[in-house]
């Protein structure tokens, strides 16, 4: 089972987490947890919003984080992981540029003897 798939009925996401499953509706209604409607209405989790539900109760019994703290937390951990998926392709584009680049250099007729030649790897 794929960990995004969303396969798991709420009884099954709940005994997994180690919660009742009235707490599950309750992080679905605050938006903590996002799971997926069946057109009958029942909710559907996955192995990762189980972990989720996990990291959940860990930062709000064990560390003492309310639930909208909790929620911001989530929120900002969500966009730093888009911001670093973002950051590698750019850095593949750019490693990709450089390389076009080194390759129309190699084909040129006439050296660049005018620019000084620097290190073009990415950081």
Do not use: C, W
């Not at 599950?24 to 559907?44: A, F, M």
């Not at 019994?61 to 909208?68: C, R």
């Amino acid at each position: 089972m794929a960990e995004d798939a969303k396969v798991l009925i709420i009884s099954v996401a709940a005994r997994m987490a180690g919660m009742h499953p009235q707490t599950l509706r309750q992080y679905d209604r605050l938006g903590l947890v996002q799971p997926e409607r069946t057109p009958g209405g029942g909710r559907r989790y996955s192995v990762r919003d189980v972990a989720l539900l996990r990291e959940i109760q860990r930062l709000s019994q064990d560390v003492g984080i309310n639930l909208a703290g909790v929620k911001r937390i989530i929120e900002l951990e969500q966009l730093a992981a888009a911001r670093l998926r973002r950051l590698e392709e750019l850095e593949d584009i750019l490693a990709a540029a450089y390389q076009r680049i080194a390759e129309l250099e190699a084909l040129s007729p006439f050296p660049r003897r005018d620019v000084i030649p620097t290190s073009r790897t990415p950081r």
